[in-house]
């Protein structure tokens, strides 16, 4: 080891970082697993009627693509977005959908792939989606593909029993190994083939210990708490107390010191390491962690 000092370091590192996503897979594997199941069960005549991300291989190169999260950091930025809207294929994930919507802002397509109930929140106030498609996996509640029963693109869930459903419908396209709903969108652009690849409210972190923006269902149900014995920056610090040992210390990209929880530092690292060196891709974020590899 001290001859190889670098070598082992690098293997180290590689070690640690595979360990870490794997038990956060595993802790929300655990946590959704009956969910999962019931949800791919009740999705399977959304998923057989709905065509798939397949044949769209390839169909936008050299169309520049914003990623937009609800990260606290869009409240300074999402305005942008609306001066220069017709300049971009804008992929909003779920918990981004509301944010956007609330500011006149309509995406081209929203990502959606948590389990959890929870997610329905992000569309629960649509009367009428629009021009808006959602591109989802059977895991999500049978809810969300219903909201939008004629603009739905499907693509391949990696399950055994996905699998084996898939032997009863046709394929619909894979975009890979998927840790969080930004991998997704990411892969999704990829997979679209366009360029440059730009992310906005990616913050993978805390700001004044908020995970998200205004108007995200997240900041709609703390200001639904608060009260005079209760003001807002109370509730914040009770949810960021929550975390507890499951933060870590990390430099965000203006050199000061923030706390990333353990899961979103891991989903920068998978960032970092799906990258490709032909890509143009750009982080935009106005606040948080850097992506290594990513051009701030």
């Known amino acids: 080891v001290e001859k190889n000092f670098q070598y082992y370091g690098v293997l180290n ?34 998923i057989k009627n709905s065509p798939g991300i397949k044949t769209l291989n390839g169909c936008l190169p050299d169309i520049p693509a914003v990623i937009c999260s609800a990260g606290p950091s869009l409240d300074k930025n999402i305005q942008l977005l609306k001066a220069c809207r017709k300049g971009f294929f804008l992929i909003a994930v779920a918990t981004a959908l509301k944010p956007l919507l609330h500011n006149g802002i309509i995406p081209d397509v929203v990502i959606s792939i948590d389990p959890d109930d929870l997610t329905i929140r992000s569309f629960e106030f649509l009367r009428d989606t629009g021009d808006t498609w959602l591109v989802y996996n059977a895991a999500v509640p049978n809810t969300i593909p219903n909201a939008f029963p004629s603009r739905k693109i499907a693509f391949d869930l990696d399950s055994q029993l996905a699998k084996w459903f898939k032997q009863h419908t046709t394929e619909k396209g894979s975009l890979g190994k998927i840790s969080s709903v930004a991998h997704a969108a990411f892969n999704f652009a990829k997979y679209l083939a366009c360029s440059p690849v730009i992310l906005v409210g990616q913050d993978l972190s805390f700001q004044n210990q908020r995970l998200h923006c205004t108007h995200s269902y997240y900041y709609d149900d703390s200001i639904n708490l608060v009260s005079r014995l ?8 009770l949810k960021y107390l929550n975390f507890g040992p499951n933060l870590t210390e990390r430099i965000d990209i203006f050199g000061s010191q923030v706390n990333s929880p353990l899961a979103m530092d891991s989903y920068r690292q998978i ?26």
């Open 13 to 46: 590192k590689e070690i640690e970082k595979y360990f870490k996503e794997s038990r956060i897979n595993l802790k929300t594997q655990s946590v959704h697993s009956k969910v999962y199941y019931k949800n791919i069960f009740s999705n399977q005549e959304s």
């Open 271 to 296: 960032f970092s390491s799906s990258l490709e060196n032909s890509e143009t891709v750009i982080n935009a974020t106005e606040g948080g962690l850097p992506i290594n590899g990513m051009k701030n």
């Open 230 to 237: 209760n003001p807002l920056y109370y509730l914040n610090r």
